[in-house]
């Protein structure tokens, strides 16, 4: 059962359900008929909740059993922010030096999805997907509902791609955690690569001059 492993093994486990309904979501969002663009929708919302899954499974300490058990993306950000400062994935470039020494250079969120993004988006779901209601008018309409899961399958992309996620380890000690995703679907596609780091990292005013982008 997943609930019983690793923090690596269920980041690994949450990244791949990512990837996979990546990859769907994107074929699914080729046609642009109501049927297709809700079932995109659903993908995608998905798709939310687990990157949330993310910043949830390596801070799981921070959150009681009740806690851990809600859906909600936003719900898990607004139990987390006032406990810990950086906790969502950071889009990056990661480089070794000869020793293994990993330098980090944070990309931003200018093309990747940020907290604000996500949690408008995940409204913006929440109020789609239901069926017509005879007293009610769609917030989106079905070309709306297109454009929307166009943009947030690319930032998601982006995201994801090629990322970090910061762990907490003690009051002084952090870890990184690297991961490289390929949203490829074909015989070329590179597994899901994952390397965690300890970091010379003494104090937290060091970790926000250099994550300082992502408090959005």
């Not at 939310?48 to 059993?65: A, G, T």
């Not at 889009?91 to 993004?117: K, M, W």
């Not at 209601?133 to 690319?154: A, G």
Request: net charge neutral.
């Amino acid at each position: 059962m997943i609930q019983n492993k690793s923090v690596l093994e269920k980041y690994l486990y949450i990244m791949n359900d990512l990837k996979n309904k990546t990859i769907s979501a994107e074929a699914l969002s080729k046609e642009r008929n109501q049927i297709m663009v809700e079932s995109t929708s659903l993908q995608l919302r998905m798709i939310l909740e687990l990157i949330s899954y993310l910043f949830v499974v390596v801070n799981q300490d921070k959150f009681n059993s009740k806690q851990k058990g809600e859906w909600s993306p936003t719900k898990f950000i607004e139990n987390l922010q006032d406990k810990v400062s950086i906790y969502y994935p950071t889009p990056c470039y990661l480089v070794e030096d000869e020793t293994g020494e990993p330098t980090v250079i944070p990309r931003g969120f200018q093309h990747a999805l940020n907290i604000s993004e996500l949690k408008e988006a995940y409204k913006n779901y929440n109020n789609a997907l239901h069926a017509f209601h005879p007293f009610k008018t769609k917030k989106l309409t079905n070309d709306e509902l297109w454009v929307l899961n166009t943009n947030i399958l690319r930032q998601v992309k982006e995201l994801l791609a090629n990322h970090i996620i910061t762990i907490k380890e003690s009051d002084n000690l952090y870890s990184f955690l690297h991961t490289e995703i390929d949203f490829n679907d074909n015989e070329k596609v590179k597994p899901i690569y994952m390397k965690q780091y300890k970091v010379n990292i003494t104090n937290e005013e060091t970790l926000l001059k250099i994550f300082t982008h992502q408090l959005k």
